[in-house]
């Protein structure tokens, strides 16, 4: 008997969803027809995942099967939405946005990316838009996610990188405080880097629920702060205040290695422990109990960490409730020293590199800033183009939805890795606004809920089917590798935008098509930025190097750069080499709760689903494992508007109004409801959202609105009643 072995070809790659990229192996049968039918994932040792995936990950290859991938070019036509060529789809896309230009002026086009796209796409993006648009419409959904910490790290280190030191680091610590993230369900083998400090008693998660990263820590020993959403604020103003109090304050470092700190002390001095419990909710010896866990691991060799995620940050006061824990973790002597620090925790795959090389409204590659002109200069020489042709800032990302269709608003706009109908704030507001342009073109690879509206659909490839970069939540560059043939039909969004531009008149070449040549132009554009990447190179990579940011190119001859795992040992990059502490004061949420909405709602992820849901939402093993939109609320306060658990109900909010199943957790504080934000249609969380925005970072508060709770009849009744 003859046993056919299969001929397995397997490739080393990255994870397409979070942050923390968990390296993988994709194994296909190299002699099948369709070999994307074949591919396996299998864990890869790395100190990011060691070896280990959550379920998102190992279900990764479902998508490259998915019977719904979007294999042609789709063009409304008549209402519908029906397959075309591809020079039939980018000649209407051209012509256009050329129309929307000539009746309205260079920001009639507006692009929007993500922040899951390659270094190289990101780029690309920006570039597009600068040169071949020459629009300053130009923002991305990570301004939803990571903008607040890049505001305040920028405020108080001079630059931003998530985690300014490996992961793997965190696991030496014997304490560690989390406010605002739910790792254990977000990135399960983040949770190994805490077992340390966990198994010490020296976990602390900050977080309205008690999550699954909360009983990580109570099972170890350590602290819940179970604070009333949008009060991260005075939570830290507090705990400064009692590490003031407790003399629990690293004197030498706060003199040797920063400045500012009689202010931000002013500022704290008012949040006196029993006001803080008042106002957050949080008893005072959970308080004292967390600066003194803090404390005595800083003193000991072992190290402490402080780490914000989105719950902190996706507030209209983010970028200062941020601030307010940098002075905390300062005021303890951890930032910039080995074995302790402060770093925020990314969410998106390329949530770093996808804001660092230039599709952000303010940036230029390189993390440069559009308005310094000796930016302008250099990166306009690398594109060929004279600096005063480089437009200035844009708007933030939710401020360019809101334009549209307003005087001087975009009426084109096309969106790349993004799913806005579901993810952006107040998303009824912001499905009228984009059914409001003239002209929307999604590039995605499945129908998402925002391609659905799209006039024009232009189907790309996906992650295992490409070559590229992605810049981990630790600033470390990673190749990802084209693990499978790329389908017939779909192209990169390099090749898009390619045929874009010579369509808009560009020169041939200009806008390169290969990800290593892109990569090469990416180098140069950044050398000399605060991300330099210009160390880096597929070959580097491809051997193996592990390349943290900045990694600057070395004269000839000279060895290469190492990169920098570990940032600020032995200066924060301010122009005198001190961290600033920020003064800041409590505003609280921007929308209060009163006798109509009486409860606060905030949302979240949830283990087995990504972000909009747009892919996790077709994958059956997780749809089965999360089950449907539901409702996280105490039963007490589930029932006192007549609900129980497994009831459908209504949330409703000054903007909208969402339905859920109950799920009665006695664990949850009887002000405050979470909604999972993965969910389409008339269970999106951001039905409910409020659009008010961090003055700073452009942040959307996604993560405290007022709410109330009712029963699907009664709403259904008020309804009638109102028409
Ligand atoms: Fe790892 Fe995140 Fe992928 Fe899960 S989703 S396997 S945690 S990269």
Redesign the pocket.
Known sequence: MTIAVPSLVSTPT?????????A?NIARDSSATDQALTATVTGRSFPT?GG???????T?AELLRNPNRLTAPLVRRDGELTPASWDTALDIVADGFAAAQAKGGRDAVAIFGGGGLTNEKAYQLGKFARVALRTSNIDYNGRFCMSSAAAAGGKAFGLDRGLPFPVADLGAARAILILGGNVAE?????VGHLATAADAGGLIVADPRRTATVERALAGGGVHLQLSPGTDLPLALGLLHLAVLDGRIDHNFVGARTEGFDDAWLAAAQWWPERTERVTGVPVSALRRTVEILWRAQQSDAGAYILTARGAEQHATGTDTVSAVINLALALGLPGRRGSGYGAITGQ?NGQGGREHGQKADQLPGYRKITDPAARVHVAQVWGIDPAELPGPGKSAYELLESIGTPGGPSALMVHGANLAVSAPRAGHVVDRLSALDLLVVNDFLLSETAAMADVVLPVLQWAEEEGTMTSLEGRVLRRKAAVPAPEGPRSELEVLAGLARRLGQPAGRFGTDPEAVFEELRLASAGGVADYSGISYARLDEGAALHWPCPATPAGEPEHPGTPRLFLDRFETPNGRARFVAVEHRGPSEGTDAEFPLVATTGRVLAH?QSGAQTRRIDELVRAAGGMFVQVHPDTAHRVGLVEGQQAAVVSRRGRTEATVRCDDSMRLDTVFLPFHFAGSGRANLLTNPALDPTSGMPEFKACAVRLETIRQSTSDTEAMA
């Open positions: 990255h994870c397409p969803y979070c942050g923390l990229q968990c993988m995942n280990g995936l959550c379920q998102k990950g190992w990764s977000t990135m399960p083998p983040f795959g990504y």
